[in-house]
């Protein structure tokens, strides 16, 4: 076990922003973190790397407790926090040489983790200088620099462009595959890209814990349709095996069937049976964003 959080409770004063949150990470698990904001994610990303620390409950982190031995979980763990706070005024080799003095890492390590995280070309400017994605990198660097088993990255894409996105995306992903990472993000596209599990929190508490290919093998049916006039709500309901009908907005309906074959042709022949004209018909596969949106709504 890589992770292993048991009824973790912490208060901000009067305000709860955990509540009795239990889950476990296996090694080598990619797991995404989901929930909106003020949710309690950055708060038990910065229990679990020893920042602060609870008021009830226990972590422990590749067999370190996180009260008892915080030396030994910061060896292990790699952090990214969110906004990636960095020096600016600092270059990027400075910085980097910072985070290893810290480490007591070996100078040979910066240049291999400048090559890895692919820095090469903006080695010798300063970090003011670089772009988000690359400034991105470099948090991502130093957060790997003493080769940490666990990786916990908060919010590690926010504000990126797309371009930069798919990098960074791809980055993690193949780092991914030699360490545990936790990641938070309010962005549902990011987990299905990336994790093999979500954990979902919503005001401090979990509310789901899947797997995600369980999930998508799981999911129901929805297409999304739009006619070029308005249709009674009862009418949709009739359409076979429909399950539930919302209105996006004017005349674009989701249509949530349960089951598995394509009823597209279906809904085209609803259409042209009462005289209405398909505008477009797509088939959506989001259920983790409607599991999102049911669990935290
Ligand atoms: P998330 O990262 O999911 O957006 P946070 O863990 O940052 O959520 O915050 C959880 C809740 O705790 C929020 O309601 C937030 O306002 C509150 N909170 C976070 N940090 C502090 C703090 N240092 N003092 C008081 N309240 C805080
Ligand atoms: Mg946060």
Known sequence: MS???????????NQKALNDVSFEISSGEIVGFLGPNG???????????????????????????????????????GYLPEHNPLYTELYVKEYLQFHANIHHTS????DEIINLI????????????????FKQRV????????????????EPTTGLDPNQL????????????TKTVLLSTHIMQEVEAKCDRVIIINKGKIVADKNL???????????????DLNV??????????????????????????DNKKDMRSKVFDFAQENGLKTLQLQQKTNSLENLFQTLTN
């Open 3 to 13: 992770i292993l959080v048991q009824n973790i409770t912490k208060n901000y004063g």
């Open 39 to 77: 949710a309690g994610k950055s708060t038990m990303m910065k229990i679990l790397t020893t920042y602060i620390s609870q008021n009830s409950g226990s972590v422990n982190v590749y067999g370190f407790d996180t009260l008892q031995n915080p030396i030994d979980v910061k060896k292990s763990v």
């Open 232 to 257: 009674d709500i009862e009418l949709l309901n009739k359409i076979p095996n429909i399950k539930s009908v919302k209105n996006v907005f004017d005349n674009t309906w989701y249509l949530t069937f």
């Open 118 to 133: 692919g820095l090469k070309p903006e080695k010798n400017k300063k970090i003011s200088q670089l772009s988000k994605g």
């Open 107 to 110: 100078n040979n390590r910066i």
């Open 213 to 227: 290919k369980e999930l998508l093998e799981n999911q129901e049916q929805i297409i999304e349709v739009e006619f």
């Open 166 to 177: 798919s990098e960074i995306r791809n980055l993690i992903k193949e780092i991914g595959k």
């Open 139 to 154: 948090g991502l660097a130093a957060a790997l620099l003493h080769n940490p088993e666990v990786l916990i990255l908060d």
